[in-house]
């Protein structure tokens, strides 16, 4: 189900297949699908009333035992419509965190699903229990002394076990809490190191299923699970890569956004997510062939704004051009720093990393420093760390024009010359040559 939104930018078809993909993700099978359009949701049932009566004559045709509707539901809804349809309900939300779930690895990747789907339940755990816990209370000493007596007796052990459940699941989301920022103060004294280190660091994102852990294994020779699916990894890798100029970064794959994004997942990950607030880099990697491509790269541009990323310098990898009829015909107008690739065959990724090296120095301090024959250990630095514009041999040592990360020009500062001295001394060693080349040999 969904309620199609003037201002969306997606669909209601559109969207209901991409939750139709979701739900096969997570194993189900899908047997339909319904639209209804209102102006506004209907806040007892989510839908119309002659709707939910439909699908509850509709489970009894098509034998369905759970109904996902393509919103987040309140608690009242969810259990409204579980009874008038005769069928377990969930949202989308629900139906991301179970394939977050399924999808999580690490240590890390754990915790954060625990905690976003404690926060999830926590609301709705009233309702979940509202049936056991009248029947526990039925009995009471009071019930058949009248309305005071009735109530008390029913409400007093259902609000007791139910304020052990929520004590419980607070207790965990605080425990929980407590895990994920040492995990955090562990990520960050790492991300320190790095930049301790001055290497750059590229953030791949984009939307799910976009093909960026098969670019991240490309690019990388790395073993990151890269399948058909939404959501097919969720843990973040990082791998060092080597650009054509010879300078290292980091290459980080993160997960994939989606449209609707819970936001409590965008809260419970976000110890993860800054990796790509960190970065210095985002590489957006864009499924070239999806009908939508358009919508995904706003959605994860509005994920990013969310974060606080969205002003990083950007590279864009069109990717999947090798499943085009005409992929010269790609518009890269519309994308910032966009090169055409295919992460399957390889095709232009020499292209794209050229890109983010440019990239990558324009966002560096344009240096030039004159180095000692004798410590050839910071012409090697330089290379590594920095984009090397120009490099020539003087009489004094190795002059070297180019950019470097702001984190590391204070240890090429002894040697720093003026890019007009450097040009002077350049143009007067050229002259030397000449002369030395244009005396005649005499022999004796």
Do not use: C
């Not at 919103?71 to 069928?87: I, M, S």
């Not at 929980?176 to 001055?198: C, D, F, I, K, T």
């Not at 990082?238 to 449209?259: A, K």
């Not at 210095?280 to 062939?289: K, M, N, P, S, Y």
């Amino acid at each position: 189900m969904d309620n199609e939104s003037e201002e969306s930018l997606w669909s209601a078809d559109d969207s209901l297949e991409e939750l139709a993909a979701l739900a096969r993700t997570a194993g189900a099978e899908v047997v339909g699908s319904g639209v209804q359009r209102l102006k506004a949701v209907n806040p007892t049932l989510y839908v119309g009333k002659g709707r939910a009566q439909e699908l509850a004559m509709l489970r009894d045709e098509l034998d369905f035992s759970l109904l996902i509707v393509d919103d987040e539901l309140a608690p009242t809804q969810q259990r409204n419509l579980e009874k008038t349809v005769g069928a377990r309900v969930i949202d989308r939300t629900a139906l991301i965190l179970d394939i977050f779930a399924q999808h999580a690895h690490t240590r890390e990747g754990q915790l954060q699903v625990e905690l976003a789907q404690l926060e999830y339940r926590l609301p709705r755990l009233a309702g979940s229990s509202r049936g056991e816990l009248s029947r526990l209370g039925g009995g009471s000493r009071g019930s058949g002394g009248g309305g005071v007596g009735g109530a008390i007796g029913v409400r007093g052990p259902g609000e007791t076990k139910l304020e052990i459940d929520r004590r419980r699941i607070r207790a965990r989301i605080a425990e929980l809490h407590r895990e994920l920022g040492m995990v955090r103060q562990q990520r960050s004294l790492q991300r320190r190191q790095r930049e301790a280190r001055a290497i750059p660091v590229v953030a791949v994102v984009g939307y799910t299923n976009a093909g960026k852990s098969t670019l991240f294994n490309t690019l990388t020779a790395a073993s990151v699970l890269a399948e058909n699916k939404l959501f097919a990894t969720l843990d973040p890798t990082t791998r060092y890569l080597t650009l054509p100029s010879h300078q290292e970064v980091l290459l980080t794959d993160t997960v994939g956004f989606i449209q609707k994004l819970p936001t409590t997942l965008v809260a419970a990950f976000r110890g993860t997510l800054e990796e790509v607030v960190e970065a210095d880099v985002l590489l957006e990697v864009v499924d070239a062939t999806h009908e939508n491509a358009i919508e995904q790269s706003q959605t994860v541009d509005d994920v990013l704004h969310e974060l606080g990323a969205a002003e990083k310098p950007r590279v864009t990898a069109l990717n999947k051009v090798d499943l085009l009829d005409n992929p010269d015909e790609v518009d890269l107008s519309l994308y910032p720093n966009a090169v055409a690739v295919s992460a399957r065959t390889g095709a232009n990724l020499d292209l794209l990393m050229r890109t983010l090296g440019e990239v990558l120095a324009d966002e560096m301090v344009r240096y030039t420093v004159l180095l000692p024959y004798d410590r050839g250990d910071m012409v090697e630095v330089f290379h590594r760390r920095g984009h090397v514009m120009r490099q020539e041999a003087q009489e004094t040592g190795t002059l070297i024009e180019g950019t470097l990360p702001r984190q590391i020009v204070a240890a090429f500062a002894p040697w720093r010359v003026a890019p007009a001295t450097s040009r002077r001394a350049a143009h007067r060693q050229r002259v030397r040559d000449q002369q030395t080349t244009s005396q005649p040999q005499q022999t004796l």
